[in-house]
């Protein structure tokens, strides 16, 4: 089974609007952490946001907020306010373990285009 | 800038040959992590080092191998190189058991 799951391959979103890209998380761990990356076109991994599991509150930082159901299992990025500069893939991870190991297991990414 | 850094940024090479890619992780992080970004299988974990050793292994490939050096600075080695081994491949590291962890800017690898 698929650990982390971004059902959407691509979403075309009108600028200033507001975006959520879904990410739902298997895991049987009771302690793990869930980060979410933007990769635009030039290849680099940019960290955005994290989430722990045993945060009471969502994560937010900047224009990003992470919207935490863990009952659900899902860690859904949204961005407010989008920006041109917003158009980017973005990947959902998650980490699972305790201290020292903490290697991310990644999903398919979703392809964030913002039109003018 | 994340305080990774990766060298060299590209790296062309033909099949069968041997290339090193080299992390350097911020200042402090103790664990350095390898990942592999291919069109077909996505972004794979490959190994991780904390503090010079070994820490968990994922889909590395036996002709690949790695190490943590004493000033914490990575070296990923690539054998016997394949046409399908054409990659980016990152580097990231974080303090351990962090709310974080950084990647480098990544190596593109071309093998022709």
Redesign the interface.
């Known amino acids: 089974a698929q650990k982390i799951t971004q059902t959407q391959p691509g979403m075309f979103v009108q600028e200033k609007e507001a975006v959520t890209l879904d990410c739902t998380y298997d895991t049987s761990d009771p302690s793990y ?1 869930l ?1 979410w ?1 933007k990769q635009p076109s030039s ?5 955005l946001i ?1 989430q ?1 599991s045993y945060d009471q509150q969502n994560a937010t930082e900047g224009r990003y907020s992470l919207n935490f159901q863990k009952a659900r299992k899902s860690a859904n990025l949204v961005i407010s306010a989008s920006q041109l500069g917003d158009s980017a893939m973005y ?1 959902c ?1 998650m ?1 699972e373990g ?9 999903g ?2 979703t392809r964030l285009t913002i039109i003018p | 800038d ?1 305080g990774v850094t990766q060298t060299p940024k590209h790296l062309i090479t033909a099949t069968g040959q041997r290339v090193t890619l080299r992390c350097s992780p911020r200042s402090g992080d103790l ?1 350095v ?1 390898w ?1 592999q970004q291919s069109l077909d299988q ?4 490959l190994i ?1 080092y ?1 503090n010079g050793e070994e ?2 292994k ?1 889909n590395i490939l036996e002709r690949f191998s790695a190490q943590q050096f004493p000033d914490l600075h990575s070296e990923l080695n690539l054998s016997s190189l394949e046409l399908g081994d054409s990659a ?1 491949y ?1 580097c ?1 590291s ?1 303090p ?11 190596t ?1 690898l071309t093998v022709v």
């Open positions: 952490g980060f990356y290849g680099e991994m940019i960290f994290y722990g990947f991870a980490r305790g201290f020292g190991n903490e290697k991310l297991t990644f398919t990414g | 994340s664990s992590y990942y996505g972004l794979q974990f991780q904390y820490r968990a994922g980016l990152f990231a974080s351990g058991g962090a709310e974080e962890a950084f990647f480098g800017q990544g593109r």
